[in-house]
């Protein structure tokens, strides 16, 4: 097995290598809560190694490479946990290709249920800019609109194990943090929010909690178009100087958003895509544990770096599985 570092201590475990070779070694029925964005075939170019998975063949390759990290999640998430996978429809040139509703059916075959979806908005311009996407800008617009295409949503697509959970994920007080952007609330809504935040942020009645209930409204939502964009890790000094301009961690929004929600403090979560630390540092921030693995150096040595802030003294004991990975 390929493996060239790791970053261990009593919060988080930190692994420089391939997950499809790292997962196998974790035991079974350990995880409290899987989250991450896969690699989108062929659509960025992260890493020259063989066993990145944008680096297949074919659509058809990389997917059979991604079913056995399904397999690897199903495995090793415990039973009635939840798994889940930021993702987006891949824009080609003579269309798109529907990789949520693929990843939905292999996770259907693997034994999941198909739980949960979460649209997340994204601003057009930024988007643009960022990805220079043609059929985005406003000059093909005068030019031919059937040529044109909108600025494409994220999916949080949520998958539950079969099987009881035997440690209920309690919310004893309700919600009492709100991650998202405040400045998208009209006058009203704002208003309501610092007063109820004020009144009730120790308020131990879940039935009259207002504030939990004004969060969670949010929080239930199917779209969730209050996400921070500018709330992220940072990643520019991971860029290899042959990296596709694709570096684009995860929103840290949707991260504790999930993790508050399906994890209970201390639990572990696991990310078997990493990249610089998103999903790790999440998990840290509200008070769990975090397992991320990652398969490009250059972006591992970031993810702990971005670690740093909310650290602990390292030891190489500290192990979260009790048996090494």
Not at 53 to 81: A, D, Q
Request: charged share 25%; glycine share 6%.
């Amino acid at each position: 097995m390929e493996t060239y570092d790791q970053t261990t201590n009593d919060k988080y475990t930190l692994i420089n290598g391939d997950c499809c070779q790292v997962m196998p070694t974790l035991p079974e029925n350990s995880v409290h809560m899987i989250i991450y964005s896969p690699p989108f075939d062929n659509m960025y170019c992260y890493s020259s190694s063989v066993y990145d998975l944008g680096n297949n063949k074919s659509y058809t390759e990389f997917l059979e490479h991604y079913k056995f990290v399904v397999g690897e999640t199903f495995r090793v998430i415990k039973p009635g946990r939840m798994v889940c996978v930021h993702c987006m429809d891949i824009p080609k040139t003579d269309g798109l290709i529907d990789f949520p509703g693929d990843i939905i059916r292999m996770h259907q075959d693997a034994g999941f249920r198909y739980w949960d979806r979460k649209n997340i908005w994204k601003e057009p311009l930024r988007v643009a800019i960022r990805t220079r996407q043609r059929a985005l800008m406003h000059m093909v617009l005068c030019q031919d609109t059937a040529r044109c295409r909108g600025a494409l949503a994220d999916y949080l697509l949520v998958f539950k194990k079969r099987g009881d959970n035997e440690i209920p994920i309690e919310k004893p007080f309700g919600l009492t943090e709100y991650d998202g952007d405040l400045s998208l609330m009209n006058t009203e809504e704002l208003a309501e929010y610092n007063t109820l935040k004020i009144k009730y942020i120790k308020h131990t009645n879940d039935k009259t909690n207002r504030l939990s209930q004004f969060i969670w409204r949010r929080y239930a939502s199917s779209a969730w178009e209050d996400i921070r964009a500018n709330v992220a890790l940072s990643y520019k000094p991971a860029r290899d100087k042959d990296d596709d301009r694709h570096v684009c961690p995860l929103n840290l929004d949707i991260i504790t958003r999930a993790v508050v929600m399906y994890t209970n403090p201390e639990e572990i979560v696991l990310s078997p895509f990493a990249g610089v630390g998103s999903e790790v540092y999440g998990a840290v921030s509200k008070g769990r544990k975090g397992v991320g693995i990652e398969l490009k150096p250059s972006y591992y040595r970031q993810m702990a770096k971005n670690m740093l802030p909310i650290s602990v003294d390292q030891t190489d004991q500290a192990d979260l599985f009790g048996g090494g990975y």
